[in-house]
């Protein structure tokens, strides 16, 4: 999304519709973001299409100010490395996971010339590190957290700094697409349930906030980009499959100016014991 929160570029409602204008803008939108890249966490692309409130507590910037203390760190699930390589002091010894190829690629490229050593590692298998080997362990929105490992590679006294999505974030959206989801869904990533995980791989929790943002689609292109490069959302999309619901909730944004969805996050600063 966007890197700051604007304001949502209101359209008036429609008092008439020319549909086979709506129906070339909504083809035209859709081509645009069928054809966009969607490797990395690069979210440029999203410019003047979508907006999102960012957690007050600056992620990005506390970690790098984390990195710039530490002699080994390690960032799991690093997409293209765009937020580990944002941090301008970066540690002695560096390293980064991240399991999607094209990912691996990219943030290789990015990171390596700064002396930060990329593997390749799917994010359910066990960490490629000995025991031990790092004082921090960061992570941007990783898919899951797997805490034993975490807390197996971290020295005692080691943090684990991350920023977490949280339960049913950007699920008007999801529901849109998919109907009301059940309880257990809409309530995974609970932030006390990680709490708990956390307690018992053997980090104690020292910070957990968590907050709840706004998020604006701007446009229905802004919506087909996001589901393909956010593909956990709706499991499978293509826009094929959901043209028809894809129409409708185009023609929602002509009508109201944006669609509104609201995404979480929580922030876990956890120590090894």
Do not use: C
């Amino acid at each position: 999304m966007s890197t700051a929160d604007h304001p949502a570029r209101s359209r008036p409602p429609a008092q008439s519709r020319d549909d086979s204008r709506d129906a070339a803008d909504f083809d035209t939108l859709v081509a645009e973001a069928e054809a966009a890249p969607t490797e990395g966490w690069d979210f440029s692309w999203f410019e003047g299409r979508a907006t999102e409130a960012r957690p007050s507590w600056g992620y990005a910037r506390a970690m790098g100010e984390r990195l710039g203390r530490a002699g080994a760190s390690l960032d799991i699930q690093t997409g293209g490395g765009e937020v580990l390589g944002s941090a301008p002091v970066l540690p002695p010894l560096a390293a980064a996971t991240e399991g999607w190829p094209p990912n691996v690629a990219k943030a290789t490229a990015l990171l390596r010339p700064r002396g930060v050593v990329v593997v390749a590692s799917a994010e359910d298998a066990p960490l490629p590190f000995a025991d031990g080997a790092f004082d921090l362990v960061t992570s941007r929105h990783p898919v899951t957290p797997h805490f034993e490992e975490i807390a197996r590679v971290l020295r005692p006294g080691g943090t684990y700094f991350a920023q977490h999505v949280g339960p049913a974030s950007v699920f008007e959206l999801v529901e849109f697409f998919l109907g009301e989801q059940p309880a257990h869904i809409r309530g995974a990533r609970d932030p006390e349930g990680e709490r708990a995980a956390a307690e018992a791989a053997g980090l104690d929790v020292v910070d957990l906030r968590a907050e709840r943002l706004r998020i604006e689609f701007l446009d229905i292109g802004a919506v087909v980009h996001f589901l393909r490069k956010v593909v956990w959302m709706v499991p499978g999309f293509t826009v094929d499959a959901y043209r028809p619901r894809l129409r409708e909730l185009h023609r929602r944004i002509l009508d109201e100016g944006a669609f509104v969805a609201h995404s979480t996050r929580h922030l876990f600063d956890a120590r090894r014991s």
